[in-house]
């Protein structure tokens, strides 16, 4: 039985558009060619007359189309339920809200676990490279195909936050507004080392067979491994400790090295979990994304002379994964380049997963920056 | 060829002292036995006829008997020679210092990888587990060994700080000083939660083999990997950035899963030359000890009205894995309990490594302490 919450969207489903560029297919920014391609995506609320109504809305690293409502087998929401539906943040009574899983991704969308045509085979590590900018022009695919001309906003956090800054990168006259959260310009060598032993444990699993797993099932140990490690860096100190502190499953000391602090056992679990829902090649294909992700200097954020694009950038000020540092040099820059931007660091203690967690804060932010948008769209202001 | 620094020991040499409780085992505080026990040590200088100068330095997880000086095949001294030898911090002209490699190691004390006598094979996962307190009463043993009443000092960084600790907390009437440096007086959930990936990494290797690999050869992927994760807890953000940003060992991006940004080469290159010097069961025994470690509450440190040992706490502002806070928390406590202490925060940006870089500051602050403890102990003042 699905038990909804207030201001549900109810049941949701997810949707799926093919696409390619004559000659069927799309070249990435490595050079290479790729398609067909699919994306899943699913859509909340209504797209107006005018088609100045729409937000697009930009998962994390593990995240997928189904951003809100329920799925009829599922018992919980999409991952950001809290701020997509009638009355919230990106509202649905007012809001067009698009999501769609990321080009590389496992959840529907063309993957290293899709089948290659040329094969008949999953591409595996046949799959090309892909970058944030080739998400970001896949996704530009799906806004043709809805007729958008310009998307009242992007939006999203961490990996999500880096599309929403490609997007204005890519599309600045695409783009009225750009809400970047817990994200950055580039990753720094500590975010760089962090994906590298994630990508580590996953190819040290003999289980990943140099990618050609999948009829034999996924590296299961390295991929719940690598995800272990990601959760550290996804939660602060302190809330990892008001979570657990050094309580024991059980009274004493085991002296055995089965698990026996809870904080243990959770991270087990999120490895365990994780591995049912998601692909061990796409960790590696989308953590190098992130890794190769640039849009520092000159030539790639466009001027605030030469764009209209507004920015509502959040940081979360106990994120050690994502630093609030990062944001303000975002904001400098933008600034430094006459770009509209407003800037907010929360004073969470949830660390990374905040962008997650703490929607009153976000919602307050978001719905007052999007009626400022959305209204000057409407008066055709800037 | 060795090339000797200035102020060197010039060459030593590591020695051994086999001991056991009679009937031949210690009993350890899992309440398993153990024995016989040898530990692996180095002296350099010249215990005094008094034998009041007597200074125990203590080693951290990747550590061993030999801090100073130079063996005859290695190029580098060893670990904390920056702090030890004629003139320098820990100086062995005036002091005599021990150093043995801690119960459990892999490099010439009793630990997981030695000969079992009841089975003549390596203890593999029949070694018992030990505790930080094991480690001290072993180290108790070769102190008695020298006919040492009373340390001068006892000294380390961070599971050496513990030993510190610990050691004050066995036998307070047995050491005059002691200098903890960027460690805690427990774990929080997130430094377990960062040694369980490492144990997970070992483990989740199938060449580890439940712990008999010994006929085979080491799980050396799963061991380089934990010492990969543990090197990023090491380094600060700030170090790791200035050390390496987002340079590439080629000029352009390979678009492939082989290391290319400066910083993968580098874990990588950590973690292939532990593998050749460590014992992944030892990793496993001694994560684990620190992990247990915990004399926080009434019970455990004494009272500063029952014991005279001063204290000298060090910790560095960038190092974010044993919080600066914890060093606060543990100074707090031993001032509530009217302990002599002495606390310094080392502005440094080198993370946790600092307590083996910052030897310039480290050593103002350990020799004035010194010839205060020293110059009292002398005088038979407190």
Redesign the interface.
């Known amino acids: 039985m699905v038990v909804q919450r207030m201001n549900s969207l109810g049941l949701v489903e997810t949707k799926f558009f093919t696409f390619a560029e004559p000659p069927n297919e799309m070249t990435l920014e490595?050079g290479?060619k790729l398609g067909p391609i699919t994306l899943a995506y699913e859509t909340y609320g209504v797209l107006n007359e005018e088609k100045t109504n729409a937000i697009l809305v930009l998962h994390a690293l593990s995240g997928d189309a189904h951003a809100a409502g329920y799925h009829p087998d599922e018992k919980k929401p999409g991952w950001w339920d809290d701020m997509v539906g009638p009355g919230k943040a990106f509202d649905t009574e007012k809001y067009f809200v698009i999501c769609s899983n990321v080009l590389g991704g496992c959840r529907g969308s063309t993957g290293p676990s899709s089948i290659n045509p040329g094969t008949g085979k999953p591409y595996a590590?046949h799959f090309?490279?892909i970058t944030i900018r080739d998400m970001v022009e896949a996704q530009r695919h799906l806004i043709d195909h809805f007729g958008i001309g310009k998307l009242l906003c992007v939006a999203g956090g961490s990996m999500g936050g880096m599309q929403a800054l490609q997007w204005a990168a890519s599309y600045p006259d695409r783009v009225r507004s750009s809400i970047p959260m817990a994200t950055a310009v580039?990753?720094?060598?500590?975010q760089?080392?962090?994906d590298?032993?994630g990508?580590?444990?996953i190819?040290?699993?003999?289980a990943w067979r140099g990618g050609d797993y999948y009829e034999h099932g996924q590296p299961e140990?390295?991929l719940a491994?690598a995800r272990?490690?990601g959760h550290?860096t996804y939660?602060s100190?302190q809330s990892?400790?008001e979570?657990?502190?050094?309580r024991l499953k059980n009274d004493n000391?085991s002296?055995?090295?089965v698990?026996e602090?809870?904080?243990?056992g959770y991270?087990?679990n999120r490895g365990d979990h994780f591995v049912r829902r998601f692909d061990a090649n796409t960790y590696?294909y989308i953590t190098?994304a992130m890794?190769?992700f640039?849009v520092a200097g000159e030539k790639l954020l466009p001027d605030g002379r030469q764009m209209d694009t507004r920015f509502l950038v959040i940081a979360f000020k106990s994120d050690?994964l994502y630093?609030p540092q990062q944001s303000r040099e975002l904001v400098d820059f933008l600034r430094g380049r006459f770009v509209d931007v407003t800037y907010c660091e929360i004073k969470s203690t949830y660390g990374h997963d905040a962008f997650l967690l703490e929607f009153d804060e976000e919602t307050r932010l978001v719905k007052h920056f999007l009626s400022r948008v959305y209204g000057s769209a409407a008066n055709g202001q800037r």
Chains 1, 2 share one sequence.
């Open positions: 490595s290479q590590l090309p490279m580039k990753h720094s060598s500590q760089i080392a962090f590298e032993v990508r580590q444990a190819m040290a699993d003999p140990r390295g491994l272990m490690i550290i939660m100190e990892m400790e979570k657990f502190s050094r000391y002296f055995t090295f698990p602090f809870e904080v243990e991270l087990r590696l190098k890794d190769y640039d050690w630093l």
